[in-house]
């Protein structure tokens, strides 16, 4: 069985162009990525001016050297708690009485009488 050399990732733009993301990715490198995260293409810390503060091989080397934590063989059933603290009796801070809800006045639109015409006016006095 031989080996194959690593494919070259070409892709057609939608003119029609042939182009090499890696030979692009490799060329944009050091210039500095699009966002608010401070870093380059490759992960470098960028400082101001675009200066690199620490590597992207530092920042991942940091990163695995911190302990996530440790997987403890208690259940958690078994460990021991500490007893609760309840406040004595005595020290019971006396609650405020709840606000009283502010009332509005509610106004009643005034009825106002329109003369009657027409038909109505005559068929007023009838009955």
């Known amino acids: 069985m031989v080996a194959r050399s690593p494919r070259k990732r070409m892709y057609r733009t939608m003119q029609g162009r042939m182009i090499d993301i890696?030979?692009?990715r490799s060329a944009n490198e050091d210039i500095r990525a699009v966002g608010n995260m401070n870093v380059n293409a490759r992960g470098d810390i960028l400082g101001p001016g675009g200066?690199?503060?620490t590597t992207k091989a530092d920042v991942?080397?940091?990163?695995?050297?911190?302990?996530?934590g440790k997987v403890d063989d208690t259940p958690i059933r078994m460990r021991q708690t500490p007893p609760r603290r309840v406040a004595p009796v005595s020290q019971v801070v006396e609650s405020k009485p709840a606000p009283q809800?502010?009332?509005t006045r509610q106004t009643k639109p005034r009825a106002t009488r329109t003369p009657k015409k027409g038909i109505d006016a005559a068929l007023d006095g009838l009955e």
């Open 101 to 103: 809800p502010k009332t």
């Open 22 to 24: 890696e030979k692009l």
């Open 60 to 68: 991942v080397a940091k990163y695995y050297e911190q302990p996530k």
């Open 51 to 53: 200066q690199i503060v």
